[in-house]
């Protein structure tokens, strides 16, 4: 680490992939962009690594790019039952801050808002990362009280948030409706300049194409259906494309972390819930930040081909299905509309669901196990895109070490026996 800066791992493309630029851009249009190298290989499981990562989000693809290009393990794979970034990451809303209560909540995410600012960069891929702030809104008295003393312990942790009242926040976003009178009026809001929104694909393609480029097999279509045990040791996982012979095994399957925990006998502190999010037809710019209410469950914004894209609170049952029920969306529609009436002629063009998996103090899980060489690196609940630079950092660095490091360290599972909890749920509400 050089001064508060994380380590990067290297710059651009070492494995000798051609990088991505302007010239490139020019040079391929001369042979009609017939001539791209794919952006990974289609790798065939090998009968051994040094590491296995199940799970092709962005989380576990950041944890396989950090282990090759910080710790030098290029023997590894990650397995992924589906197609990459099919889980939460290509389900969610994007939205990407820092701004947490709790000291070690703080720590992680401003790890990784540090190592979103220089992402495009690191990884030689556009991941559109836009910092044009998140903005949360309060509705009551008592919700403006409590947003001082937030933005108080957010300051006192170095990260950047400022006070907005209502007229100000009028002249920020001249769309949003102020008038007093109505059901969740709008007496004041707290602001992260730093925050905003990325491409979510192209985290999760980004880190793909680096880490393949650095000699990490990327296999899709292969379901991970077992974890060989001897004693207390990982020796291998089964998988639908046949056994993998391993001694450290990274799990990073968001909702499924309890169906994979099972494999090995594990039970994980954990809720899997629906959470639903949607977009309307594509419109002209209105919106050039991200709105967050917590007392509403509702958070909205522009996405860069136009569509509002809007977002609610979890449903309140547990399921592995990736869809919801329609009263959650209909609740935060019927907010929505009342803080933005331009929206209400609106038509919705898609709806979808994704699969969250929540701590009873909605804090992540990032430790190892009582198995040697399995570890865990889930619980991010509905508001882990923004961590997927930072999880993936220093989830790497647990595997390769076998010991967590001081980002990581209060995210073990032993906290739910010492009762160390990081309770960020009253600071986290709707918890984006
Ligand atoms: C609707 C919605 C909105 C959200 N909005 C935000 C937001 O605005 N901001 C924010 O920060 N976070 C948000 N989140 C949360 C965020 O999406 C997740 O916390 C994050 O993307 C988790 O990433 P991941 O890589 O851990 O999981 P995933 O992307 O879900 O990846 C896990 C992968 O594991 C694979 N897998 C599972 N079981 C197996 C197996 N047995 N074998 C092989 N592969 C397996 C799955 O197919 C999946 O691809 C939202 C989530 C949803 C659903």
């Given at each position: ?115 979103w600012e220089g992402m495009s960069q690191d990884l030689n891929f556009n991941v559109m990362f836009s910092q044009r702030g998140v903005l949360t809104i309060a509705h009551s008295e008592h919700e403006v009280r409590e947003m001082s003393r937030r933005v108080h312990a957010i300051r006192l942790n170095g990260i950047d948030s400022d006070i907005l009242g209502p007229d100000e926040i ?263």
């Open positions: 680490m050089a001064g508060n800066q994380p380590d990067r791992g290297n710059r651009g493309l070492p494995g000798g992939k051609p990088r991505y630029s302007a010239f490139a851009l020019a040079r391929q249009s001369m042979s009609y962009h017939q001539d791209w190298q794919r952006a990974w290989r289609d790798a065939e499981p090998k009968a051994e690594y040094d590491a296995v990562i199940i799970g092709g989000g962005g989380h576990g693809l950041a944890t396989a790019y950090y282990l090759a290009a910080v710790h030098g393990m290029t023997n590894i794979a990650v397995i992924e039952k589906g197609w990459l970034g099919g889980g939460n990451t290509g389900r969610n809303t994007t939205i990407i801050r820092s701004n947490y209560l709790w000291d070690e909540s703080a720590a992680i995410y401003e790890h990784s808002m540090k190592l009028k002249a920020f976003v001249p769309c949003i409706n102020i008038d007093q009178s109505i059901r969740y009026p709008v007496m004041g809001g707290f602001l992260q300049k730093r925050g905003g929104t990325a491409r979510h694909d192209a985290v999760a393609w980004g880190y793909a194409r680096a880490a393949d480029d650095l000699g990490v097999d990327i296999i899709q279509k292969c379901e991970v259906t077992g974890l060989r045990r001897q004693g207390r040791k990982i020796v291998g996982v089964e998988t639908t494309r046949g056994y993998i012979k391993t001694g450290k095994v990274g799990c990073v399957v968001a909702g499924h972390s309890s169906v994979v925990a099972e494999m090995a006998g594990i039970r994980l502190p954990l809720a899997s819930r629906p959470l639903q999010a949607l977009v309307s037809e594509p419109i002209k710019p209105i919106l050039d930040t991200v709105i967050m209410s917590n007392a509403v469950h509702m958070y909205i914004s522009q996405s860069d081909k136009g569509e509002m894209v809007l977002g609610a609170g979890v449903d309140k049952y547990n399921s592995y299905a990736q869809r919801g029920s329609f009263p959650v969306p209909e609740h935060m529609l019927a907010a929505a509309v009342e803080l933005f009436p331009v929206l209400s002629r609106l038509r919705m063009l898609r709806h979808w669901g994704g699969i969250v998996d929540t701590c009873p103090d909605a804090s992540p899980i990032i430790s190892k196990t009582d198995i040697d060489g399995l570890y865990f690196d889930c619980g991010w609940g509905t508001g882990g895109f923004k961590a997927t630079p930072g999880s993936g950092h220093v989830f790497a660095d647990l595997i390769a070490n076998d010991r967590p490091n001081k980002i990581a360290a209060p995210y073990s599972l032993d906290r739910f026996q010492t009762g160390l909890l990081i309770d960020e749920h009253g600071a986290a509400g709707v918890a984006h």
